[in-house]
Structures are given as structure tokens and as C-alpha cells.
């Protein structure tokens, strides 16, 4: 579901992994059919469908955004309407948020991007830093690149493995930064020096959401942690500190400061369609639709 001013890799990541999916077509949705630009303003994405013509979804994908105004009560609805008979529901960065704002991550176990960490708590999940997290029918991914991640972990959980490594080949997924930043964990450093730049923005922009954050959570303690509970998980199942005390990612530009901007997220759905399926050599067109 494309709406003013989803994060554009947040969409186009996942997609161009489920585009390609055995048995699926790949389609976009929005509130209403037509063009919906991202959170910079520079691009757009065509919705050829409408959330009321996506009522039963096999496969859920919903986006992040930059806009910290609460989740829009029209995709939380249909969110609400879908999940029961959906058979997997996912979230890319901070469109796990709007899963929690319908009540799906309810004492799950979830991830989001980092600086949005209290928030997801605050609306009943347990935030782990893990990058991809799979509870049940429920996939949710960290920030932004960490879609990619989950698309392929849930083709695989569609297909099998041998179909995701292909398409991973296929796309030439094979991540090799030029900085090991990518994870707040590793950079207390860089973080603090985003927590500098956070304290000269408003509370209500996205660089005010990170201040927010560290002084809800001072230490980096979660809600649990402080409340004498335990701690929220790391990556590889360990039990540590909650990401929100160190350190800072490397996706600092979902903290530009954007006034004004629209509430949105960007997602996709894989709406049901009658046919033979796809065998593992050649895939057959069935829709998946991003919301």
C-alpha cells in the first residue's frame, strides 16, 4: 500500500525480490489507484489498485515512512480486516508500527529502524535489533535495506530455499559496505553524534523522534528491562541491552527533518488468484500487490 510519503527502498527492495516470485504478480495499491511520491518528494510509484479491491491477500507487505504522525486509521483498519486469513503478514522499518497500531505485534517479539524502537514498544511489542524476525505468520524487518532480507526469508518460506537463493543470485545480493555501521550496536560513537544533531530539531520531526527515544530510554533500557523484566534480544538469539542504548545505524537519513510531511507507509500484498501454480522453472503471473 503506497501512501504520501512511504520510504521508497522500503517498497522497491521487497518488490523487485516478489516481483519475480513462481505464481505471483506484482502489483501496487494505495487508497485510491494513481501516482503516491515518497518521503522525498522526488519520487513516485503508481498504484494500479485500491485497498478495496485488495480484500483478501495471501501475503501482507507494509513499509516504513519518515513521518511521525500516528498511523493512518484506514490502512490500520484494513490491516485489522486481512491479517485473520492472510498467510504471512510482514513489515519493512517502521511499518511495523502501523502492525502494532493494529493490535498484530501484541507481546510479540518484532524490529523496526532503530529510532523508532520506544515507539514500537510503546504500542505493546518487544523490540529486538535483530534484522529480520519471524513469530508465526509475522515477518518484520529492521530499517530501510533490511527489506531485502526479509523478502527473501519469506520467499523462501513460500517457495523453499532453492527458489530464494536463485532469485538472490539473480539480483546480485551480496551486501559488501564500505562501512560496518549498518547496526546500531556496533557504533555508539556515530549514534551519539546523531543524538547532537537530534537536540537541535522539533520534538515532532524524525530527528525529534530519536531525541525522544534516548530520553525515554536514557541507557538504552527498554520498557521491560526498567520494569525489572527481561531484556530484549540481540541478533542470533542472544538476550542482551535493547538497541535503542548504543548505537547508531547508518541509516541517518531516515532522521531528515520533514515538517508537515503526510502521514504514510508503503507495503505489499499478494491478492489471491484462481490458476494453476508455478512450477519451480517458470513462473506463472499471479498478483502480489504492494499496499
Known amino acids: 500500500m503506497l501512501y504520501p510519503g512511504f520510504t521508497a527502498l522500503d517498497i522497491i527492495g521487497p518488490f523487485e525480490v516478489l516481483a519475480f516470485a513462481p505464481g505471483h504478480e506484482a502489483v501496487f495499491v494505495a487508497a485510491e489507484p494513481g501516482p503516491v511520491t515518497d ?4 519520487c513516485q510509484l503508481v498504484a494500479a489498485a485500491g485497498l478495496d479491491q485488495v480484500t483478501a491477500p495471501d501475503v501482507v507487505v507494509i513499509g516504513g515512512t519518515l513521518s511521525t504522525k500516528e498511523p493512518d486509521q484506514a490502512v490500520v483498519q484494513w490491516l485489522r480486516r486481512v491479517h485473520p486469513a492472510t498467510i504471512w503478514t510482514t513489515s519493512v522499518c517502521t511499518g511495523s508500527i502501523y502492525l502494532a497500531a493494529a493490535g498484530i505485534l501484541d507481546g510479540q517479539d518484532a524490529t523496526t529502524h532503530w529510532a523508532w524502537a520506544g515507539e514500537l514498544e510503546r504500542r505493546g511489542a518487544r523490540y529486538t535489533e535483530q534484522r529480520v524476525v519471524e513469530r508465526g505468520k509475522v515477518i518484520t524487518a529492521a ?31 551480496d551486501p559488501q559496505p564500505p562501512f560496518d555501521t549498518g547496526s546500531p550496536s556496533k557504533v555508539p560513537a556515530v549514534r551519539s553524534q546523531l543524538y547532537t544533531l537530534a537536540a537541535r530539531e522539533p520534538a515532532s520531526s524524525g530527528w525529534g523522534r530519536l531525541r525522544a527515544d534516548r530520553d525515554l530510554y536514557p541507557r538504552g533500557e527498554s520498557a521491560d528491562h526498567r520494569a525489572g523484566g527481561p531484556r530484549v534480544g540481540r541478533c542470533g538469539g542472544q538476550r542482551g541491552d535493547r538497541a535503542g542504548s548504543g548505537p547508531a545505524g547508518a541509516a541517518g ?39
Open 39 to 42: 518521503d522525498t518528494g522526488r
Open 143 to 173: 530499517g530501510v535495506s533490511a527489506g531485502i532480507d526479509m523478502a527473501l526469508t519469506l520467499l523462501a518460506r513460500l517457495h523453499g530455499p532453492e527458489i530464494a537463493m536463485g532469485l538472490q543470485l539473480g539480483i546480485e545480493y
Open 253 to 291: 537519513h531516515r532522521l531528515r527533518h520533514l515538517e508537515g510531511e503526510p502521514a504514510g507507509q508503503g507495503g505489499l500484498a499478494a491478492d489471491r488468484r484462481t490458476g494453476q501454480r508455478a512450477s519451480t522453472s517458470r513462473p506463472v503471473s499471479r498478483p502480489v500487490m504492494p499496499c
